[in-house]
């Protein structure tokens, strides 16, 4: 079994890369962004999605959404227009978050139960701030395509 920053495919294998609420689970997404670059055919395509976390308490914050956004930039181009920045984005008051969508059907969302009151304490004591259920969340849904050469 490989690491998604050093794979054991050849360069230019894939058509196509799904990476799937991954990224923000990691903390090197830069090598991740290189090996996908390497591992996929020119004109590739490249489908990432990623978690923000509204309210910064997840791994991708809105303070540093941008900086992914920048990486994948120097490394793929857009399908469609290309994203810049992304804050003013996520200030919109009408954006899909796990909130409206628990409000409307709470089965839809991944946590089948409330934060236990240690993990509520713990965040309170750490943070300052009591946890909301559920989480504010809203995801980035991007269509990239590998241009050549490589532009970093």
């Not at 996929?40 to 809105?62: A, V, Y």
Request: glycine share 6%.
């Amino acid at each position: 079994m490989a690491s998604l920053d050093r794979t054991e495919f050849h360069e230019e294998f894939f058509d196509c890369i799904y990476c799937i609420s991954v990224l923000e689970h990691t903390d090197d997404y830069q090598n991740i962004l290189d090996e996908f670059y390497r591992i996929m055919k020119p004109g590739g395509i490249l489908l990432l999605t990623f978690d923000i976390s509204i309210d910064g308490r997840g791994e991708i914050s809105p303070s540093s959404v941008n900086k992914l956004v920048w990486e994948v930039e120097n490394r793929f181009a857009f399908a469609s227009n290309n994203i810049g920045d992304v804050l003013p984005l996520l200030k919109n008051p009408n954006i899909w978050t796990t909130g409206e969508a628990g409000r409307i059907n709470p089965s839809l969302l991944p946590w089948k139960k409330h934060p236990s009151l240690w993990r509520r304490l713990e965040t309170f004591i750490t943070k300052g701030k009591v946890l909301k259920y559920p989480p504010p969340y809203t995801v980035s849904c991007l269509s990239l395509i590998k241009t050549s050469p490589k532009v970093v």
